[in-house]
């Protein structure tokens, strides 16, 4: 089985997590410049197996795209020359910042710490990860 890899996009920089080979669990991979973020998956394509890319799609609390979609989805389009035929998937964010930021002080991280955008985009993509999987898991289930 090959890993599943999420990216949660943003201008600046795009928070990285991956799963375990039996895409049972996913960790915080790695925080990148976006303008980089095509050379970092091609190499880390280059090395490990990847079954399926997930990017965080933005949406208000209406379940409307958010204004961000219109540099996402360029931003995906360059992607998917560098993925071949990897399937990339949209999944549901909202909610993954505040998630990040509690997660961080339930986890006894410092105020200073806290202020780092970087590791709250790797958490954030680590919570699109694994929420992804628990749906995927409840379709199996039912």
């Known amino acids: 089985m090959a890993r599943l890899l999420a990216i949660d996009f943003g201008k ?17 991979l790695t925080t990148v410049a976006t303008a980089s973020l095509n050379d970092f998956i091609a190499g880390y394509l280059a090395k490990e197996s990847v079954e399926r890319i997930v990017v965080g799609l933005p949406t208000t609390m209406r ?7 219109r540099y996402i989805r360029p931003g995906i389009e360059r992607l998917r020359k560098v993925t ?18 509690r997660a961080m002080i339930d986890g006894g991280m410092r105020k200073m710490a806290r202020r780092d955008k970087a590791i709250v985009d790797e958490i954030s993509a680590t919570i699109i990860l694994n929420d992804y999987i628990a749906s995927r898991q409840v379709r199996s289930t039912l």
């Open 12 to 28: 600046k920089r795009c928070g990285i997590a991956v799963t375990d080979n039996l895409q049972i669990v996913a960790n915080g």
């Open 63 to 69: 379940g409307q795209e958010s204004e961000s979609m």
């Open 84 to 101: 071949g035929d990897i399937p990339i998937e949209f999944f549901d964010e909202r909610f993954t910042s505040v998630l990040a930021h």
